[in-house]
């Protein structure tokens, strides 16, 4: 990247790659004092050539290295790439199989938004107490993945024409009791973190991002959402078994960081509410249609849209009647959301202190962004 | 036998009467205690935050309540590569972390630990010396920051500044208001006069206050932008490595120590608390000691509770609340005073 030039008085400060907070990504902060003019965040560190690689994979191969992109939420990923495969190779996937999609994402939705949430405690040095109590939360999901798909983290477990396998004896019942124990748990996170008041004073009215600068922005999913506008693939343009669930679209109206933080907060709520639904109303019947192993797609542009955790996810597919896909361009929700996060100084007033709690607020992923 | 007797006499007027300094310089106020206190502060800090955190801390070094992993620690941060950069200013940088727990350790020996257990006692100077002890230890920071020749470091020195400054002027004028009340500034005058009530009764918004100081002038959560490590790495401290690292850090639990004794002597009944078997002494040290650990505790568990305080919420909260209210407590104290109620 040309770094753009300094202004005189203004003194340019490097927020990472190397520090504490940063992960993989190097930030440009320009400062006068504390207060911060301009922010220029520098993307790329972690470019993987993931589109490229996939030109080289037949479809069915291609679903492991897509998955990479987000580690925290592998199978909304997954599930973009699969149903832009399913498009394209017109292929009908059975109702049994859309509902144990939608579980399995809803499960992914809450252990990504649980590491977001104990990302942006962590950010306000509401030292590791939060993140830590997060962490061993998602491990709960993480064993219910374990039972169901032998993985824990890069699941690869949807696959055109349905799923890998199908629930296990006993399932439901497991996701009830981690409902349960989850539901009794955010309780505990409301009081301890939302309510808190010095952090409510850190969140409150800090990079205010009015709706019509999210819309001007494009903005995407929580960070959206946060600006009072409910726009939400799940519910504007149903995939898998949407359609059939029962949710709402959580917006909050404040447009700060801690309305952010809320809408992410009681999306999980949500997301446990559709795992409920699903382990008791699931429908029986087949799980998967037969596809054949190396199946030709006719010469055609599709693409799919899907809501991951960190918002918006297209998968733009194009084939040439080959075995593998001849271009995939995948738009990434962190790096809609990076856009956003660049603008905000202009839009309100930043002091350094609120750059950690900002970005999270944004919740990153940065090799979602550089792909 | 009455040899032995003798011996033994001989043996004990020895130690509290020929060998009392040299036991307050090696051993009570001095190096031993300053070493001890804050190697079992970071060895607490460590285990019991854990549990807070659902972690065990500290397992395998030491057995099962870590206690060996600190000398572990200390032994390879002795040994570690002493990293110097090369734009810093090699003379500052090589000295500040020696005068940085010298400074406040400096200010400990004034607090009586016992009414006749004061290694520097200067009588009525004591608590002007303090704070004057005091306040040079802000500086420290402020020069290490700018001799590391970093944007991280100075950034924090400067938030340092802010900070010491917004919280001693209100801390400066609650200690006054003590002074006022008792008529001395000598601080075993102070300790003794709360023997019937210690004064975080009739003083309550200094002991407030005062505490909030503590915690500012210690930086600890939520008051620890200087060192903020989500923004600036580690702030001020940024740029140290090896050895240096180890006193860096250690200045935080010497500072921590030098103010709550302090705050303990003011408005906690310092070193007063039931006499046993006649042994004066002993058992004030053992009450003022006691007393320090609870205060201690209870300062490094609030860390688990707050998330850290925004720069310009600080110094809101220092010049806008603190200083008012301590100012009020002035007027007031000095309206009691005048109708002679004290």
């Not at chain 1, 029962?246 to 509410?273: H, P, W």
């Not at chain 2, 704070?131 to 938030?159: D, E, M």
């Not at chain 2, 400066?172 to 500034?185: L, N």
């Not at chain 2, 790495?233 to 935080?252: D, K």
Request: charged share 20%; glycine share 8%; net charge negative.
């Amino acid at each position: 990247m040309t770094e753009p030039v300094i202004v005189p008085d203004i003194m340019r400060m490097s927020w990472g790659p190397q520090h504490p907070m940063s992960g993989q990504t190097r930030i440009l902060l320009d400062i006068d004092g504390e207060k911060v003019h301009r922010i220029i965040a520098d993307l790329g560190f972690t470019h993987r050539g993931i589109e490229k690689i996939l030109e080289n994979r037949t479809f069915l191969q291609g679903i492991i290295p897509v998955e990479r992109m987000v580690m925290a939420d592998t199978p909304n990923i997954g599930l973009g790439y699969v149903t832009a495969i399913e498009e394209a190779l017109g292929i009908e996937v059975p109702e049994r199989a859309n509902w144990i999609r939608s579980m399995i994402c809803e499960m992914a939705r809450i252990n990504s938004h649980l590491y977001a949430f104990g990302l942006q405690a962590e950010s306000t040095g509401y030292f590791p107490a939060v993140f830590l109590w997060t962490t061993v939360d998602r491990t709960i999901i993480l064993r219910l993945f374990e039972e169901l798909t032998g993985a824990r983290w890069s699941l690869n477990f949807f696959m055109p024409g349905g799923v890998h396998k199908d629930l296990p004896k006993g399932f439901e019942e497991k996701v009830i009791e981690g409902v349960e124990y989850l539901r009794r748990r955010f309780e505990e996170y409301w009081v301890a973190m939302v309510e808190n008041a010095t952090f409510e004073l850190r969140c409150d009215n800090v990079g205010v991002l009015k709706p019509e600068d999210a819309i001007r922005l494009g903005a995407t999913g929580p960070v959206l959402r946060g600006s009072g506008i409910p726009i939400d693939v799940r519910k504007d343009e149903p995939y898998a078994a949407y359609g059939d669930l029962d949710f709402e679209v959580i917006t909050e109206s404040a447009c700060d960081s801690m309305a952010r933080t809320k809408v992410r907060y009681r999306e999980i709520g949500q997301s446990l509410n559709i795992m409920e639904q699903v382990a008791n109303e699931i429908p029986s019947g087949p799980i998967r249609t037969n596809v054949p192993l190396f199946a030709r797609a006719k010469a055609a542009e599709v693409l799919s849209r899907v809501e991951s955790s960190r918002g918006e996810l297209g998968v733009h597919l194009f084939t040439d009647g080959g075995m593998n896909p001849y271009r995939v361009k995948i738009h990434s929700p962190t790096l809609r959301n990076m856009y956003v996060f660049e603008r905000l100084a202009e839009l309100d007033e930043i002091l350094v202190a609120d750059i950690p709690v900002l970005i999270n607020s944004i919740d990153p992923w940065y090799l979602d962004s550089d792909r | 036998m009455n040899i032995v007797l003798t011996l033994w006499r001989f043996i004990i007027e020895f130690l509290t009467v020929n060998a009392k300094p040299l036991l307050q310089i090696i051993v009570l106020p001095g190096l031993l205690w300053v070493i001890v206190y804050a190697i079992i502060a970071v060895w607490f800090e460590r285990k019991f935050l854990a549990r807070a955190m659902l972690r065990v801390g500290p397992y395998y070094c030491g057995g099962r309540f870590g206690w060996l992993q600190l000398i572990a620690d200390f032994i390879k941060l002795f040994f570690k590569e002493m990293i110097i950069p090369k734009d810093v200013n090699t003379f500052f940088f090589l000295l500040m972390p020696v005068l940085l727990p010298s400074v406040p350790a400096m200010a400990v020996i004034l607090i009586p630990f016992a009414s006749d257990w004061v290694l520097w006692n200067v009588g009525s100077l004591g608590m002007p010396m303090f704070f004057a002890i005091a306040g040079i230890a802000p500086l420290v920071p402020i020069f290490t920051g700018w001799a590391s020749n970093n944007k991280y470091t100075f950034i924090g020195a400067w938030r340092v500044a802010y900070m010491y400054i917004s919280a001693e002027i209100p801390m400066v004028i609650c200690a006054a208001s003590v002074a006022i009340m008792v008529g001395s500034f000598d601080l075993v005058v102070i300790a003794r006069a709360q023997e019937k009530m210690w004064f975080f009764i009739p003083q309550f918004i200094g002991f407030v206050i005062f505490f909030l100081g503590v915690m500012i002038e210690s930086e600890r959560t939520p008051f620890d932008m200087p060192g903020a490590e989500t923004e600036l790495v580690l702030g001020w401290r940024t740029e140290y490595s090896g050895v240096l690292y180890g006193f860096v850090m250690f200045t935080e639990y010497v500072m921590l120590q030098a103010w709550a004794l302090m705050f303990l002597t003011l408005y906690l009944g310092g070193f007063n608390g039931p006499v046993f078997f006649g042994a004066t002494t002993a058992s004030h040290i053992f009450w003022l000691v006691i007393k320090f650990v609870l205060l201690v505790t209870l300062v490094i568990l609030l860390r688990v509770v707050f998330p850290r305080l925004r720069m310009d919420q600080m110094l809101k909260l220092g010049w806008q609340y603190l200083t008012p209210l301590a100012l009020l407590n002035l007027v007031v104290t000095l309206v009691l005073k005048l109708w002679g109620v004290y």
